[in-house]
């Protein structure tokens, strides 16, 4: 006869696989949970950047024009005068190199010319044959002696200096030199970096080199320095001007430096300068001076 199963082992498998299925349960619970979440944060996120985008203005619609300005920089024509640390430190290195150096072909035979001539003092050497080549390398030394003391070095002091010319280009030859125009903004003459409004479809930078070529009759060559704005400046436009659909404007500035050109002698005295630094302050208003001032290095 077969054997009967317990009925209370029968309990007790049963018990056993319940408790070995909760764990199951509870974890796919607890996924599911976590994809009920997940799915909910993802709906409001959706619907959090619509809400964004459809907040956002467009910019046919915005009160503020845009204008690509361009700092036209002049970089440095000679060397700064030497401090006298740096003097000290030059005059060092200076010894330390001739210390350490080998001699030049010029230095060989100078030396070895040096030697026939004490031989020639001596009676030791043919003073017939060679005579020529002996005073040679000393008539080169003072020929380039002659020419050195011959050379003048250029005027560290211009005559645009003298006078106070800062419309002049050769000025602070030492110096960093930055271009500024004078524009009527409203019933105001006011100082600024050249700029120009920007036009659909052209570029920032390409407003910016626009404002560069519409600047004078003589051709200003430039190399602009990346095609990302180096600064920008927020103003609003005086009373008389301001309207519902023209608040003021965003100034983007783009860095060029000058290579070849200059300003024609026609152009009206006193509608541009050329400065330094620490001359900005004498032209610029100071809100518009601390936003240039955090992009102009004067190394």
């Known amino acids: 006869m077969g054997l009967a199963q317990d009925p209370a082992g029968s ?13 199951i349960r509870q974890s796919l619970f607890g996924v599911a949970r976590g994809w009920w979440r997940c799915e909910g944060l993802w709906a409001g996120s959706v619907g959090s950047r619509s809400l964004a985008l459809a907040a ?20 440095p024509l ?19 190199e001739v210390e350490r150096s080998l001699y030049s072909d010029h ?12 031989k020639k003092k001596a009676d030791l050497y043919d003073e017939e044959g060679d005579e020529q080549n002996v005073l040679l390398a000393q008539d080169l030394e003072d020929a380039w002696e002659q020419k050195f003391l011959q050379f003048k070095p250029g005027a560290r ?14 000025r602070k030859l030492d110096r960093n030199l930055v271009l500024l125009v004078k524009e009527k903004l409203g019933d105001q ?12 479809g052209e570029t920032l930078r390409g407003t910016a080199e ?32 301001r309207t519902e659909s023209s ?47 955090r992009f102009l290095l004067d190394l």
């Not at 010319?113 to 004490?118: T, V």
């Not at 002091?157 to 050769?170: F, G, P, Q, V, Y």
């Open 157 to 170: 002091i211009t005559e645009a200096d003298k006078k106070n010319d800062r419309t002049s280009l050769h």
């Open 78 to 96: 000679v060397s700064k005068p030497l401090t006298p640390l740096q003097e000290e430190m030059a005059a060092l290195l200076q010894q330390i």
């Open 56 to 75: 956002a203005p467009s910019i046919s619609g915005s009160p503020w024009r845009l204008l690509g300005a361009v700092c036209l920089q002049r970089p």
């Open 189 to 200: 003459d006011v100082w600024m970096l050249p700029q120009a409004e920007w036009q659909p």
């Open 247 to 293: 608040l003021g404007a965003k100034v983007f500035f783009f860095k060029a430096l000058l290579v070849t050109g200059d300003f024609s002698q026609t152009r009206k005295k006193g509608q541009h300068v050329w400065v330094c630094k620490e001359e900005l302050g004498d032209y610029l208003k100071p809100k518009y001076l601390a936003q240039v001032r």
């Open 11 to 23: 309990r007790g498998t049963l018990w056993e696989d319940r408790r070995m299925a909760a764990p």
């Open 107 to 118: 230095e060989l035979r100078a030396l070895d010319e040096a030697q026939q001539l004490a």
């Open 210 to 241: 626009r404002t560069l070529a519409t600047l004078s009759e003589n051709k200003l060559e430039a190399k602009f320095l990346g095609n990302a704005p180096c600064g920008h400046y927020k103003f609003k436009f005086p009373q008389a001007m």
